[in-house]
């Protein structure tokens, strides 16, 4: 006797499953893939799922309703992602990267917020977020949250660094991490990944161990505790195989 294999069941939206990629179509920033098919052979790539970066106050609201006439904002390219997805699974990525004395040791990205701008950066910066990613009419999309890349791992091996000193005295990466992983996490339709950096930066046996630690030491400060983190990324600042 054949028994029919059974596919497993669509997933109610906007419920968390515990792999947002399963199943779904990565959204496509029109703004991005407009830039790329304009260069020589850019086509090639120009429909190649990005994350789209959160890196200051002014990019959550942007400056127009379409990719066409203007920086698209957060809420604009959720609705893009919901178009886009035509009622099917979509995965929209958004790298949250702005945190207070940000890029501590390069300041090759160095943002807009001080070292002391914590109370900044939660109300004008992640509730703002969480506003938007929380609104109803996107419980069908699936979020991606990158969280603060670049930011834990300086922590641990350059607080030789003036400023990496202070944000790790004053727990501005911390306590701003642990803000929005609290804030994100609590919609259910969006996944937290922390940056985890890559092995040639963290993998040696100095900073391996210290890692995991402050890692798991920010989890277990938010409310949700290790539950507040889905999963971690690597490769996103600087590059290993």
């Known amino acids: 006797t054949v028994v029919p294999t059974v596919p497993p069941p669509t997933p109610i939206p906007g419920t968390h499953v515990d792999n947002p990629y399963v199943g779904a179509i990565q ?3 029109p703004e991005w893939s407009a830039k790329a098919a304009a260069e020589p052979g850019g086509t090639a790539v120009s429909n190649i799922s990005t994350g789209v970066w959160l890196d200051r106050i002014a990019a959550i609201e942007g400056t127009a ?8 904002g957060l809420r604009d390219h959720l609705e893009e992602a919901l178009a886009q997805g035509g009622g099917q ?58 969280i603060e890349i670049d930011s834990l791992p ?6 030789n660094v003036a400023m990496c000193a202070t944000v790790k005295a004053n727990g501005a990466y911390v306590q701003g991490i642990q803000y929005a992983l609290d804030k994100l ?17 963290l993998g040696w046996d100095t900073n391996f161990g210290p890692t995991a630690a402050l890692l798991a030491s920010t989890a277990a400060g938010t ?6 983190i889905d999963g971690f990324i690597t490769n996103t600042a600087n590059y290993s195989a």
């Open 27 to 29: 959204y496509v920033n």
């Open 65 to 72: 309703a379409s990719a066409s006439n203007g920086p698209m």
């Open 89 to 146: 699974p979509i995965v929209a990525q958004f790298v949250i990267y702005n945190l207070p004395g940000r890029d501590c040791s390069a300041l090759a990205s160095n943002g807009e917020l001080g070292p002391d701008d914590l109370p900044r950066y939660k109300s004008e910066y992640i509730d703002p977020i969480a506003e938007i990613m929380a609104d109803p009419m996107f419980a069908s999309v699936r979020i991606a949250a990158i």
């Open 185 to 201: 996490h609590a919609i259910p339709n969006v996944y937290t990944y922390v940056d985890a950096g890559h092995h040639g930066w």
């Open 223 to 228: 409310l949700d505790g290790y539950n507040s």
């Open 154 to 159: 300086n922590l641990v091996t350059n607080t």
